[in-house]
C-alpha cells in the first residue's frame, strides 16, 4: 500500500468524520426560535474559515481539503442562516 493511498484515506476519512459532524447542530437549528444560545460572530467565524479553507484546497488542488470544507461550511452557513432568521423574527 503506497504512503498516497495511505494519506488520502486518512484526508477522506478526518474529512467525513468533521464535515458530518455539523449535522446534529443542523438538526437543532432548523425548528424556529431555536438558536438563541449560539453566537452569531462564532458562526460567522467559522463559516468565513470553512470558505477559506475551500479556497484554499481549490488553489492547491486537494479535492478532500475543498470538498470536506464545502460541505462543514454549507451546513454551519444553514445554521448561520437559522441564526439570523431568529434573530429577525426576535424584533
Known sequence: MSTDYIMT???TAAAVLTSLSYVPQVRKA???DSTKDLSIRMLIALTSGLALWVAYGLLKGDW???LA?????????????CKARDMVEKR
Open 30 to 32: 432548523l425548528p424556529k
Open 69 to 81: 470544507n464545502l460541505v462543514g461550511g454549507s451546513l454551519v452557513g444553514l445554521v448561520l442562516i
Open 9 to 11: 484515506a486518512l484526508g
Open 64 to 66: 478532500v481539503i475543498a
